[in-house]
Structure formats: C-alpha cells, structure tokens
C-alpha cells in the first residue's frame, strides 16, 4: 500500500504519519466542545484553530492536497453522530419542561460548538485546497452536516416532538417556559440545506452576499423562522383535531406543488425560499412523530381507510425523521 494512503479510525487518509499525530488532539478538543454543556471559550477555540494549522502545515511539508477533505467529512460526522446519540438517550429519560429546557440548552452548546468547528474548516478549506467555491461555502459544508447529524436524531423523539406540541398549545404555559428557551427550540427546527459538490452560481452569490462569513446568519438571519413554524404547526394540528389527517396531507402536497421551483431542484429560488422550504419539512416531522398524528393513523387503521394511509406514506415517505412512525403503520396495515 501506498505510504501516504493509508487507514486512520476506519477512514481513508493520506500522509498517515502527519496525520496520526496531530489529528487525535483536534479530535478531543471537539469532543470536549461538545461534551463540556458550555459554549467554547476563546481559549479552546484558539486550541483547536492552532491544531488544525498545525496539520495543515505539516501535511503540506510532506506533499501538496494530500489529505481528502471528503473523507475527514466523513469522520467529522461520525463524531458528531455518536455524540448526538449519548444526548438521545439522555434526553429520553426527561419530559415536559424539563425536556424543552434541557433540549434548548443542549442545542445552544451544540450550535456554538458546530460553528466553531464551521470556521475553522474555512481556514482549512482555503489554506489546504483553495478553489471556486469559497470558503464561505465550505464553512456552511460543515455546519450543514452538523445540523442535519442532530435533527435527524433527535426530531425523530415522539417525546419531544410531544413535548414542543404541548408547549405550543399552551398546556406547559404556566410552567418556566422562557422566551429564550422557545425560541432556541425553533431555532433547531431551521433544516441544514442539502448542499451537492457542486453548488449554482447563483446559491453561491446569494450565501456569499449574506452569510458574512459566518454560517449561522445563512441559517438563522435568513428567515423569520419562529412564527411561520408556529403557524404552521398550529395549523396542522387544528386539521388533526377536527379528524382530518386527509386535509392535513393535501396541505402538505399543495405546499410542495406550490414551488416554482421544484423541477429546477432544491437551490433554484431565493436563500429565503430555500430556507423556509427547510423548516417547514422539520415542522412536519414533529408533527408525524407526535400523540396526535398516531391517534390518526390508528384510527385509519381502526376504520381500513387503506388509501388515505397510502396516501400518507407516499406523501411522507422521503421526510427523513418521519420513517420509523410510517415503516411502523405500514407494517401494521400489512398485518
């Protein structure tokens, strides 16, 4: 084999040496960010910013674009996995208010800690490789794959989801359910775009001309996030109430055949667009998963309405975070 390409914690890497040496300590150093229920003080930024300049500047003594971005991708998410999923388990033994709170203070470390880690893959996107895309772009690369690591774990909770519903229709309003808290939990609800190797021009210039280098704006400055997911929420589940998960469905459909853009693929149309096309599918997943839209699904199983499950699974079946609710109905209607 290759000297320079070798296999390092079960991915692919090159100048396997250089990276054994340095890589380890940048590693903890994030496991520590996300691990330590604090945001990362300068310091430990400073920490990991220094390690990865570090291994940079080694690997490049060695030869020039040496190691696969891709593949440290790749390993950046198993980490972030892995701890997403410790917090799952906590965060199943907690209910109510207790849940939301925790939730929301979990997610304020975990967005800080991400964005620290987003711009750092900036100066090693731009040092290490360079090229078209920016560094802009790559810095939302990775804070992306974070985002998407956490709601497609955590959203998929039936005891969230119920949770963020009961606080949304006042049955937690008399407890401590700050503003601050509400609004982080919405905030997680902003849905990582899918981002291609190779972006349009146009979504380029548009993250470009509004990020400012800093990922979270493109995510959190772009859109008014917290109403319309309220709203919408609401929305669905006054549908759910009067027993129409059929009204609910076809609110959904016509949302999707609404998009103009929706032939031209997920990055033609405005940031804004874009954006709120996102957040509105993490709302639907928090609705699939919850109490309500069970009771629905059970009594359409009760009354054999075999087409309107049908259309219920074909509708949410490509929603990552609504699979395990329909692979479970659809056994049942199998059955």
């Not at 949770?163 to 229709?169: P, Q, R």
């Not at 700050?178 to 919405?186: N, Y």
Request: aromatic share 10%; charged share 25%.
């Amino acid at each position: 084999m290759d000297n320079m390409v070798k296999t390092f914690d079960g991915i692919r890497v090159s100048s396997t040496d250089v990276f054994i040496q340095h890589w380890p300590a940048i590693k903890d150093m994030i496991k520590d960010f996300l691990s330590s229920g604090e945001k990362p003080t300068a310091n430990e930024f400073m920490s990991l910013y220094n390690g990865v300049y570090k291994l940079l500047t080694s690997v490049k003594k060695r030869c020039d674009k040496c190691i696969d971005e891709g593949e440290v991708y790749n390993y950046l998410k198993q980490l972030f996995e892995d701890h997403v999923k410790t917090l799952r388990q906590k965060m199943e033994q907690l209910e109510g208010i207790d849940l939301l709170q925790w939730y929301g203070r979990n997610w304020d470390v975990y967005k800080s800690a991400i964005e620290s880690v987003a711009y750092v893959s900036e100066k090693f996107y731009d040092y290490h490789y360079g090229g078209s895309i920016g560094d802009q772009i790559e810095s939302l690369v990775v804070f992306n794959i974070c985002v998407r690591v956490w709601q497609d774990e955590l959203l998929s909770s039936s005891r969230l989801c119920n949770a963020i519903i009961a606080l949304l229709i006042g049955e937690l309003q008399n407890q401590d359910a700050t503003e601050s808290v509400t609004k982080l939990i919405f905030q997680s609800l902003v849905q990582g775009v899918k981002l291609p190797n190779t972006l349009p021009q146009s979504f380029v210039d548009q993250v470009q001309s509004r990020s400012n280098s800093t990922p979270c704006k493109v995510y959190y400055n772009t859109i008014n996030y917290e109403e319309p997911a309220k709203d919408y929420i609401l929305a669905a589940l006054q549908q759910l109430q009067n027993n129409s998960v059929t009204d609910y469905v076809k609110a959904v459909q016509q949302r999707k055949s609404d998009n103009p853009n929706k032939e031209l693929g997920p990055f033609h149309g405005t940031l804004d667009e874009i954006m709120t096309t996102g957040l509105l599918e993490s709302c639907d997943v928090v609705l699939v998963n919850s109490d309500q839209f069970r009771g629905e699904l059970d009594n359409l199983l009760k009354n054999k309405q075999t087409e309107v499950l049908n259309n219920v699974f074909s509708t949410f079946g490509n929603v990552k975070g609504a699979n395990a609710v329909l692979a479970e109905y659809q056994k049942k209607l199998k059955n």
